[in-house]
């Protein structure tokens, strides 16, 4: 694809906090964007040039946002695939609807990782508890059984410790296709995000520290404990994985540190959360990273010049946010939704470390 010019119109399949995020940046690009999302009011609505209001695999919807766009992005994985691939014989569609395939079930994901040589968490495809079972007593010791899709925030999880009955279990999660994992006895989680250009250039940030609560990103911290080595070694890693899928766009890859070394925990195929910080400290951010590689332009320069830590503002912790701008350091983003629901993302912070 050639370079996207001046005035040219994105579409992003998506209009939470992330597709607000990248029309941002788009804008600053001099781009138009166009968002697809159920919600007309939703978070990218605010910033954007055109809404269109409308189920996520609604056909004609996507035909609309096709006729739009001179290149089409999603900013999450539950875009159901079928339908983007034939968005793509249409119009550009970044990151390839292949790479979505991959990050968008477990089971795929982790099996693709081992089959480039990247060690994941031992783990097996479970479709019945018979299955599970099984599965439970060859990994032995305990045990996270997740959804193979649609899972996030910690959300379609359970923790599975006894030998049997794991019949409750693999119903709370809807009796619906799963993988059981075993349960990495990590010393601290830590994230990479990295771009890929249309012409193959690849550019890293450093990697964050991250914590989270209750199944959701609370902090990342840059650099954290991750030592330059492990930063070379989490970089490498995320190289290969968008050679591999031959990537185009911004990607986070998430790993556990254990006393053996790095494993995989899952690939987003999108800017990600643990990734917010680059706005603050780095020349070029994530979103505005993504916004080059989708319009085929060159990549920018992942160098980020200080220490920070990025908090997740969640639930009622937006209110009174404006008041974190008492800290000079401090740099807010507020995604403008409307109700603070318990566990919902609001805004971020990030803060700059000064040694
Ligand atoms: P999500 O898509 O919801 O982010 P993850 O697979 O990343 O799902 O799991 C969320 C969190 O749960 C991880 O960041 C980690 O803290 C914990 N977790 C997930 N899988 C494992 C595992 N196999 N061992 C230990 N902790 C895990
Ligand atoms: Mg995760």
């Given at each position: 694809?050639?370079?996207?010019?001046?005035?040219?119109?994105?579409?992003?399949i998506g209009?939470?906090?992330?597709?607000?995020?990248?029309?941002?940046?788009?804008?600053?690009l001099?781009?138009?964007?166009?968002?697809?999302?159920?919600?007309?009011?939703?978070?990218a609505?605010?910033?954007?040039?055109?809404?269109?209001?409308?189920?996520?695999?609604?056909?004609?919807a996507?035909?609309?946002?096709?006729?739009?766009?001179?290149?089409?992005?999603?900013?999450?994985?539950?875009?159901?695939?079928?339908?983007?691939?034939a968005?793509?014989?249409?119009?550009?569609?970044?990151?390839?609807?292949?790479?979505l395939?991959?990050?968008q079930?477990?089971?795929?994901?982790?099996?693709?990782?081992?089959?480039?040589?990247?060690?994941?968490?031992?783990?097996?495809?479970?479709?019945?508890?018979?299955?599970?079972?099984?599965?439970?007593?060859?990994?032995?010791?305990?045990?996270?059984?997740?959804?193979?899709?649609?899972?996030?925030?910690?959300?379609?999880?359970?923790?599975?410790?006894?030998?049997?009955?794991?019949?409750?279990?693999?119903?709370?999660?809807?009796?619906?296709?799963?993988?059981?994992?075993?349960?990495?006895?990590?010393?601290?989680?830590?994230?990479?995000?990295?771009?890929?250009?249309?012409?193959?250039?690849?550019?890293?940030?450093?990697?964050?520290?991250?914590?989270?609560?209750?199944?959701?990103?609370?902090?990342?911290?840059?650099?954290?404990?991750?030592?330059?080595?492990?930063?070379?070694?989490?970089?490498?890693?995320?190289?290969?994985i968008?050679?591999?899928?031959?990537?185009?766009?911004?990607?986070?890859?998430?790993?556990?540190?254990?006393?053996?070394?790095?494993?995989?925990?899952?690939i987003?195929?999108?800017?990600?959360?643990?990734g917010?910080?680059?706005?603050?400290?780095?020349l070029?951010?994530?979103?505005?990273?993504?916004?080059?590689?989708?319009?085929?332009?060159?990549?920018?320069?992942?160098a980020?010049?200080?220490?920070?830590?990025?908090?997740?503002?969640?639930?009622?912790?937006?209110?009174?946010?404006?008041?974190?701008?008492?800290?000079?350091?401090?740099?807010?983003?507020?995604?403008?939704?409307?109700?603070?629901?318990?566990?919902?993302?609001?805004?971020?912070?990030?803060?700059?470390?000064?040694?």
């Amino acid at each position: 694809m050639s370079a996207l010019s001046l005035g040219a119109t994105i579409g992003i399949i998506g209009g939470g906090q992330l597709g607000r995020m990248l029309a941002l940046s788009a804008a600053r690009l001099g781009f138009r964007v166009a968002v697809l999302d159920p919600n007309p009011d939703c978070a990218a609505a605010q910033v954007a040039n055109q809404v269109i209001a409308a189920p996520y695999d609604d056909p004609g919807a996507l035909g609309r946002l096709a006729d739009a766009s001179a290149v089409v992005t999603y900013e999450f994985e539950n875009v159901a695939v079928e339908p983007l691939r034939a968005l793509a014989a249409r119009v550009p569609v970044f990151p390839p609807p292949q790479a979505l395939e991959v990050a968008q079930d477990r089971v795929v994901e982790k099996a693709f990782l081992n089959g480039i040589g990247i060690p994941t968490a031992e783990w097996r495809a479970v479709d019945d508890v018979q299955e599970l079972d099984h599965a439970f007593q060859e990994l032995g010791g305990d045990c996270i059984l997740k959804t193979r899709r649609f899972g996030y925030d910690g959300k379609g999880q359970a923790t599975i410790r006894q030998r049997s009955p794991h019949a409750d279990a693999f119903e709370s999660l809807g009796s619906v296709p799963a993988i059981l994992e075993k349960k990495v006895p990590f010393e601290f989680e830590l994230s990479v995000v990295a771009a890929r250009g249309q012409d193959g250039a690849v550019a890293s940030y450093d990697p964050a520290e991250n914590v989270h609560s209750l199944g959701i990103l609370k902090r990342s911290t840059v650099p954290g404990r991750v030592t330059a080595a492990l930063a070379a070694e989490a970089g490498d890693i995320a190289a290969r994985i968008l050679e591999h899928l031959d990537y185009v766009g911004v990607v986070g890859v998430e790993f556990f540190a254990t006393t053996n070394g790095l494993l995989v925990n899952e690939i987003a195929p999108r800017v990600h959360n643990s990734g917010h910080w680059t706005e603050a400290v780095c020349l070029v951010s994530q979103f505005e990273q993504h916004v080059r590689a989708i319009a085929g332009l060159p990549l920018g320069s992942a160098a980020r010049h200080a220490d920070c830590v990025m908090e997740n503002l969640i639930g009622a912790e937006i209110d009174g946010a404006l008041a974190l701008l008492a800290d000079p350091d401090a740099v807010l983003h507020v995604y403008g939704k409307g109700e603070a629901k318990p566990g919902r993302k609001m805004g971020h912070v990030t803060r700059i470390v000064r040694p």
